[in-house]
Every structure is written in C-alpha cells, then in structure tokens.
C-alpha cells in the first residue's frame, strides 16, 4: 500500500496540469479507488484532491512570480476556464491573489511534494479479529452530520440526546446479531474524508436480514462480507479515534486486507457513567488485497 500510494504522488506530479486517473491506477495495482483514497487522506492529513490544488498552485506560483505568459494562459495550463476561477484557486492556497504575487514576488505558500513512509515501531499490537458475516440490517434514528476527527462531535452528540430514554430501550430489545448492543454507524462517507463533509450517522442496532422491523427506523442494509473488527479501551472518544487512525497507519499498510465501502461500526462493550472512559469495537468492512 505504501509504494501504491507514492505511485499515486508521482502520478499526480506528472498530471499537474491534467486529471489523475485515481481509478485506473489503483486498477493497475491491483487494488481499489475507494481504499486509495481513504488511505492517501488518513496518511497525509488531507483529501487528495486538496493535495492536487495544493500541488498546482505551487507550481503555478513559480510561473506566475517568474512572468511565463500571461494569467490567462497559466489558468488554461492547469485547467482553470478563466483568470477568475485560477484566481481563487490561488488565494486560497497562498492568501494573496496571482496579480499581487506577480507585482510584489509574494506571499507563497508552498506544498511540498509527499513522499510516505511507514515506520515501523511494533510497540503498540493492535487488537484485532477478522469476521465473516452474512448481510444484516442496521436499524435505528439517522442524522446527516459534518465529520469531525477529533474530539466529541458535537451534532452526533445533539442527535444522540434528542433521543427520549425509551428510544434506547426500544431499539436495545430489538437488535438480534452482531455487532451486538447500541452501535454508533457512519456511512456515506466520501473517500477524501475531509472535516467537515457530510455523512449519515446512524445511533442503532444490528439485526438479521430476515428480521421484520418498524417502518418509522432508518435503515442501512449492509451486504455479507468480512469485517475487522479493533478493540479498544481508555478515554473516549481519544482512544477510538486514535485506534481509528492507526488502522490506516499502522494496521492496513502491514496486512493484506484493504478497505471495501459500506459502513463503519462502533460497538460500545463497557463505559463509565460519565462516559470519560469506555471499551469498544470498531468494524470497518474490509476484502482482501
């Protein structure tokens, strides 16, 4: 995975003034856009497509600074349709319009090119079991809500605690396989995971696929397939969102399983009253690479 997506840098190097093919070269070795993507924007802390307007920028600022044509031809170079578009764009990434960088030779803000690498360190084991599950049904109150990677979100928060008490008690009477209790589901995630893009977030349970449930739930279907499935314990929610990204850090560049789209679970083992600290699992839907 690690040389896949140094091959997917250099693509992007060599494309700065085209579209990258994201697709057919995660194709061509032999594994998946969806699982290119997730992996590219965990490792390098932004989507890839951030990272590509990040790139032509840069290099678009050395032709603007060094007066190569006019903005108008720069802007075609690197697909832009107008001065306008390339414009913004431009402040964007350097704060300071082409105009006003060409006149005074700055501010720029360059990125520079990435290059991954995995260190290996051993010193954590993750705790990890590989499922096989048949198609189930996830069941429950569904919310849209921007994605936050650190720390409480807090619109999930807010939805969770619309619920009445009875709710939980409903919803816990009806779930009947694995993941077993009250889950916590996103789906619908883009592959960039960028904060703040929106997601379905699901507060429910898991049911078999033949199970009846009530028309007023939301419902997500979930496909058979293979699940990891990570425990972790201590603060909350650090500990899980810690546990989360070393998947893509850690454990997914080390064993040969890639990530496959559908949803990603967490089930709560055990918490504090408080809910300061817990034990949970985290299901992330995965095939082999």
Known sequence: MISALNRL??????????????????????????????????????PLSEYVRRRRMTVAAAEVVRG???????????????????????????????????????PLRAQP????????EGST??????????????????????????????????????????????????????????????DDLDP????????????GVAVGAATATPDDLDAIEVPAGQWAVFRTAGPHPQALQTAWAATATDWFPSNPWRLRPGPSIVAVLDRAADFSTATCELWLPVEPE
């Open 9 to 46: 840098v250099d693509l992007v190097e060599e494309r700065l003034d085209q579209e990258v093919d994201v697709g057919g070269l995660a194709g061509r070795l032999g594994t998946t856009e969806y699982h290119l993507r997730r992996m590219f924007s965990s490792l390098a802390g932004m």
């Open 68 to 106: 190569d044509g006019d903005l108008l031809g720069i802007a075609v170079r690197y697909g832009y349709g107008s001065t306008e578009a390339f414009g913004r764009a431009f402040r964007a990434v350097h704060g300071a319009g082409p105009r006003d960088v060409r006149r005074d030779g700055g």
């Open 113 to 120: 090119r990435l290059r991954i690498r995995l260190t290996v």
């Open 125 to 186: 084991p993750m705790d990890t079991r590989l499922v096989d599950r048949p198609a189930f049904r996830l069941v429950g109150h569904a919310a849209r809500v921007p994605l936050v990677h650190q720390g409480v979100n807090p619109d999930i928060q807010r939805h969770v605690l619309s619920l009445p008490p009875e709710a939980h008690q409903r919803l816990k009477a009806l779930g009947d396989t694995e993941p077993g209790g009250l889950l916590q589901v996103t």
């Open 192 to 203: 960039d995971a960028a904060e703040g893009t929106e997601l379905t977030y699901l507060h």
